[in-house]
C-alpha cells in the first residue's frame, strides 16, 4: 500500500505571496491532519479534514485555510506569507478516529524570504 | 485547551542503559497518548500509545506507564541501542472527537556507542 505523499517537497516563496500544499493520504483512509513543525514549537496542529469537512482546527490564524476532496486527497493554503511561515508542513492520514494509527507524509519545507 | 509539556529537551545516554521521557498533559478529558520517533530527515511514525483506561503499555524494549491522576506519562526504553536515536514526540487527544492532537515540543535522544 503506498504512504501518504505530499507536494512539492521544497518550496521557497517572498512574503506576501500564498502557497497551497497538497496532500495525498494512504487508500481508504478518510482523515486527513496537517501539522506545522518548527524547530522551537515542535509540531502544532493546524486542522483535521474527515469526508471534506473540517472536523477540528488548532489556534492558527484565517490565514491558513485547507480543503479536502471527494477522494481524501487534502490541501492546505497559506495566504500572505509571513517570515514566521517558514517551517515543516506535515500531513498525515488515518482511517478515521483518533486511536487509529496517523501516518505521516515526508513533508513540505516551506521557506518565506 | 490542552497543552502538553515534555522533557528533557534532550537526553544523552551510554548503549544499554535506559532512556525516561516524561510529559504532562493539562486537560483532564484528554484520554488517548501516542508516542512517535522522529528520525533525522524522516517523517515521525507511531511507536507506542496508551488510553486512558490502561496504567501501562508494553512493546519489548519500549513501555509507556499513564497516570491519570498526576495528569502525566512517560515513555522508557530498556537497553538502548545506537538505532534508537531520534527526537522522540508525546501527544495527547480526546478520543472519538477526531483527530487534534496536542504534541510535546520533543527529546532529542543520542545513544552512544
Known amino acids: 500500500k503506498a504512504g501518504v505523499t505530499q507536494t512539492p517537497r521544497y518550496l521557497i516563496k517572498t512574503r506576501g505571496q500564498q502557497v497551497t500544499l497538497s496532500c495525498s493520504p494512504i487508500s481508504g483512509h478518510r482523515s486527513v491532519s496537517w501539522y506545522q513543525q518548527t524547530p522551537g514549537q515542535g509540531l502544532q496542529f493546524l486542522f483535521e479534514y474527515f469526508s471534506e469537512t473540517q472536523r477540528n482546527k488548532g489556534n492558527f490564524p484565517g490565514r491558513f485555510s485547507g480543503r479536502q476532496f471527494s477522494n481524501s486527497r487534502s490541501e492546505m493554503n497559506v495566504s500572505t506569507l509571513e517570515l514566521g511561515d517558514s517551517a515543516l508542513y506535515l500531513c498525515a492520514s488515518s482511517l478515521a478516529s483518533s486511536t487509529d494509527t496517523q501516518y505521516f507524509g515526508p513533508g513540505t519545507r516551506l521557506t518565506v524570504l | 485547551g490542552e497543552n502538553v509539556e515534555q522533557h528533557p529537551s534532550t537526553l544523552s545516554v551510554q548503549e544499554g542503559d535506559s532512556a525516561v521521557i516524561k510529559c504532562t498533559y493539562s486537560?483532564?478529558?484528554?484520554?488517548?497518548f501516542p508516542w512517535y520517533k522522529q528520525e533525522l530527515g524522516k517523517r515521525p511514525q507511531l511507536i507506542i500509545d496508551?488510553?486512558?483506561?490502561?496504567g501501562e503499555k508494553k512493546d519489548q524494549r519500549i513501555a509507556v506507564t499513564l497516570n491519570k491522576t498526576a495528569k502525566h506519562f512517560s515513555l522508557h526504553i530498556t537497553e538502548t541501542q545506537p538505532e534508537d536515536s531520534a527526537v522522540y514526540f508525546c501527544a495527547a487527544s480526546i478520543q472519538f472527537t477526531g483527530n487534534q492532537f496536542y504534541f510535546g515540543t520533543g527529546t532529542s535522544l543520542t545513544v552512544i556507542p
Open positions: 486537560d483532564s478529558a484528554s484520554n488517548y
Open positions: 496508551i488510553r486512558s483506561n490502561v
